[in-house]
T-cell receptor, first 114, second 109 residues
Framework: DTGVSQDPRHKITKRGQNVTFRCDPISEHNRLYWYRQTLGQGPEFLTYFQNEAQLEKSRLLSDRFSAERPKGSFSTLEIQRTEQGDSAMYLC????????????FGSGTRLTVV | AQRVTQPEKLLSVFKGAPVELKCNYSYSGSPELFWYVQYSRQRLQLLLRHISRESIKGFTADLNKGETSFHLKKPFAQEEDSAMYYCAPANNAGNMLTFGGGTRLMVKP
């Protein structure tokens, strides 16, 4: 297990197109998180899974965003009808259960909407 | 609402000087607290967590519940400490981190 993997590393898309990102967490981790980071800002929480259940969603997550984690393993984040404001780094992280553990982050997917 | 403030966007020091990166939070309860670091062209990674009371790469973090602060300190900065540093308290359920805006530390030779 080489840590948290995200694919693709970079994505350039035209405004109005749909995009999907994938995250493969550390296999023993049952929690999975999606964050978004724009230039000069810290990561902002988008959504969180405990196993396959999506337990929390940020109000930042509009109806155009959807995330899934089938079978509690990998996760996908889809953005429909992309807008220029969606351009950001999308970070995935995983952790074991319990509040004493920090996250392990992936390298992120950089989305550019043109 | 949960808020995390890192008042300095940029902190520049000379090698060997002491460093303090400030973090203030406004949370109810007693959140668990973390510092994350991102070196150039690397992924965000955990630096230290309050509960373990550990010192990592010479860094320590002091929790002051009265001031609701969790400042990161190092007595003698090294050039390799140059990076972005993020303070991140967890919510009371312990299942979500909120990140501050980050402080860029530059250690000059």
């Amino acid at each position: 297990d080489t840590g948290v993997s995200q694919d693709p590393r970079h994505k350039i898309t035209k405004r109005g197109q749909n995009v999907t990102f994938r995250c493969d967490p550390i296999s023993e981790h049952n929690r999975l998180y999606w964050y978004r980071q724009t230039l000069g800002q810290g990561p902002e929480f988008l959504t969180y899974f405990q196993n396959e259940a999506q337990l929390e969603k940020s109000r930042l997550l509009s109806d155009r965003f959807s995330a899934e984690r089938p079978k509690g393993s990998f996760s996908t984040l889809e953005i429909q009808r992309t807008e220029q404001g969606d351009s950001a780094m999308y970070l995935c992280a995983s952790s074991p259960s319990g509040q004493d553990y920090g996250y392990t982050f992936g390298s992120g997917t950089r989305l550019t909407v043109v | 609402a949960q808020r995390v403030t890192q008042p300095e966007k940029l902190l520049s020091v000379f090698k060997g000087a002491p460093v303090e990166l400030k973090c203030n939070y406004s949370y109810s309860g007693s959140p668990e607290l973390f510092w994350y670091v991102q070196y150039s062209r690397q992924r965000l990674q955990l630096l230290l967590r309050h509960i373990s009371r550990e010192s990592i790469k010479g860094f320590t973090a002091d929790l002051n519940k009265g001031e609701t602060s969790f400042h990161l300190k190092k007595p003698f900065a090294q050039e390799e400490d140059s990076a972005m540093y993020y303070c991140a308290p967890a919510n009371n359920a312990g299942n979500m981190l909120t990140f501050g805006g980050g402080t860029r530390l530059m250690v000059k030779p």
